[in-house]
């Protein structure tokens, strides 16, 4: 039986990525009904995006005590916004802490590599509500639904 197989009887559903010149995985993503681009990065312990993009996705923003460390440094300003919907394929929830922050230089690193700017960043926090599973040899996630 393939992964796939398996992992569908388990109730998963397979959402395929697409792997950028800088070798990470982009998925696709809806925040509050609006289609964007986001990185897939089990590094990051939060989901993101950037202050840009407030508008965009109707975020309503707060105050927050986290500091992002990432590709722009360390100790980056950070807002929070929650009670987000959040729809990847076909698993959706709602009530999504996003954390905002400045990915100008996250975003200027890919360009520099003729990637695409992104909207932002799934983290683990997402990853481990629906316990993914990434096939990196099929370059896809499996989602718990």
């Known amino acids: 039986m393939s992964l796939k197989k398996f992992l569908q009887k388990k109730g ?24 964007g681009r986001f990185i897939l990065d089990t590094g990051a ?40 919907k959040i729809e990847i394929g076909e698993w959706k929830k709602k009530k999504v802490k996003i954390v ?18 992104v909207d932002g960043i799934i983290g683990a926090d997402v990853l481990k509500k629906v316990k993914a599973i990434i096939d990196y040899d099929k370059s896809c996630v499996y989602l718990k639904m």
Do not use: M
């Open 12 to 35: 998963y559903c397979k959402i395929d990525l697409k792997v950028t010149a800088t070798d990470h995985f982009e998925i696709k993503a809806k925040i509050n009904g609006i289609t």
């Open 45 to 84: 312990s939060n989901t993101c995006i950037g202050f840009d993009k407030v508008e965009q996705f109707k975020l309503t923003s707060e105050a927050s005590e986290i500091k992002a460390a990432g590709a722009g440094g360390t100790n980056l300003e950070t807002l929070i916004s929650v009670k987000n």
């Open 100 to 117: 905002l922050f400045d990915l100008v230089h996250v975003n200027e690193a890919l360009v520099a590599h003729n990637v695409h700017p």
